[in-house]
């Protein structure tokens, strides 16, 4: 019954998580773009220098909103399965509290784990977006 409790927990908060993953994916390349342009030898306008800080600074921004959408998703599916109108039916379930308790435990883990990795992989992707030209350089040019 506890693969099912999962299932269903899985199925009501990744619904939602999902797509600040995704965008948060898509703002890792614009962090990266940035990064590029505020290392670059190039010499541009004055103006674009502004932008892409305000930029990197939204970017790193929407990665911290990101981390914290994943706790409030994981805080609120608790709350409507526990305490709400779904809670009276909840506790119907023919299912032991501990079983329930667990799913919700094992859910919340796995999401902040997967949560904390996704931010890494961004991370990663910006610097790698950013620093290409000079760690592929490096390489290139000293060996591995």
Do not use: H
Request: glycine letters at 6%; aromatic letters at 18%; one cysteine or more.
């Amino acid at each position: 019954m506890l693969k099912k409790l999962l299932k269903y927990d899985f199925i009501s908060v990744f619904k939602y998580w999902w797509i600040a993953a995704l965008s948060s994916f898509v703002l890792s390349f614009v962090g990266g773009g940035c990064i590029t342009v505020l290392n670059t030898d190039r010499e541009l306008p004055q103006i674009v220098y502004p932008f892409t800080i305000i930029g990197l600074i939204l970017v790193i921004l929407s990665f911290v909103v990101f981390s914290i959408l994943s706790v409030i998703l994981v805080y609120v599916r608790f709350y409507k399965n526990f305490f709400t109108d779904e809670g009276y039916l909840t506790f119907t379930l023919p299912v032991k509290r501990t079983q329930l308790l667990n799913s919700k435990l094992i859910m919340g883990v796995s999401t902040i784990f997967i949560t904390a990795t996704v931010c890494i992989i961004n991370v990663l992707i910006m610097v790698c977006i950013g620093f290409s030209d000079t760690i592929f350089s490096k390489f290139y040019w000293e060996g591995f």
